[in-house]
T-cell receptor, first 113, second 113 residues
Framework: GESVGLHLPTLSVQEGDNSIINCAYS??????FIWYKQESGKGPQFIID?????DKRQGQRVTVLLNKTVKHLSLQIAATQPGDSAVYFC????????????FGTGTRLQVTL | GAVVSQHPSRVICKSGTSVKIECRSL??????MFWYRQFPKQSLMLMAT?????????EQGVEKDKFLINHASLTLSTLTVTSAHPEDSSFYIC???FGGGYTFGSGTRLTVV
């Protein structure tokens, strides 16, 4: 289930199931989006990216969907594994910000056996 | 691939002292680096953009005299937390632009006692 508030939203999924992590971004002018995975005590790790002229991009076990109409981004992880347990952040960039990335609030993915 | 090395990974310092954190691009030149701060269970918040050979650009609300940034070469940016206080305890992460993407350091856990 999900919990919100002072803690990161949490998504619990069973091993082998598919995961969908959602993100609402803030700037309709953003032209580049990235999903990152962050494990405890480590820096963010690149997962997949997508440019604003696309609505879907696939990688190995991961798919990113972009809906510019509602400013929504999602990350789908197929056949979720215990090693996927981490916090996932979306980040957006638009040209007017000197290449700065703005990060979303994050979602903790817990994979249960 | 592009690697950013951040040092130290952990540091404990006394209140009132200063701490320097280094961020190095190992196999590429980085004219721009970014410094983030991350509090527990929260997202990454951009503190400043570090530009080689010129002054850093600070985000609103970040004290430039407290968080000194130096980017004297194309491979090294440093963040110095001056007169540190317990509320400065956080996870500090650097990032660099490379080939249109972003590479992150492994982060520095600062604890001020």
């Amino acid at each position: 289930g999900e919990s919100v508030g002072l803690h990161l939203p949490t998504l619990s999924v069973q091993e082998g199931d598919n995961s969908i992590i959602n993100c609402a971004y803030s700037n309709s002018a953003s032209d580049y989006f990235i999903w990152y995975k962050q494990e405890s005590g480590k820096g963010p790790q690149f997962i997949i990216d997508i440019r604003s002229n696309m609505d879907k991009r696939q990688g190995q076990r991961v798919t990113v969907l972009l809906n510019k109409t509602v400013k929504h981004l999602s990350l789908q992880i197929a056949a979720t594994q215990p090693g996927d347990s981490a916090v996932y952040f979306c980040a957006e960039k638009w040209d007017g910000t000197a290449s700065k990335l703005t990060f979303g609030t994050g979602t903790r993915l817990q994979v249960t056996l | 691939g592009a690697v950013v090395s951040q040092h130290p990974s952990r540091v404990i310092c006394k209140s009132g002292t200063s701490v320097k954190i280094e961020c190095r691009s190992l196999d590429f030149q980085a004219t721009t680096m970014f410094w983030y701060r991350q509090f527990p269970k929260q997202s990454l918040m951009l503190m400043a953009t570090s530009n080689e050979g010129s002054k850093a650009t600070y985000e609103q609300g970040v004290e430039k005299d407290k968080f000194l940034i130096n980017h004297a070469s194309l491979t090294l940016s440093t963040l110095t937390v001056t007169s540190a206080h317990p509320e400065d305890s956080s996870f500090y992460i650097c990032s660099a632009n490379f080939g249109g993407g972003y590479t992150f350091g492994s982060g520095t856990r600062l604890t001020v006692v």
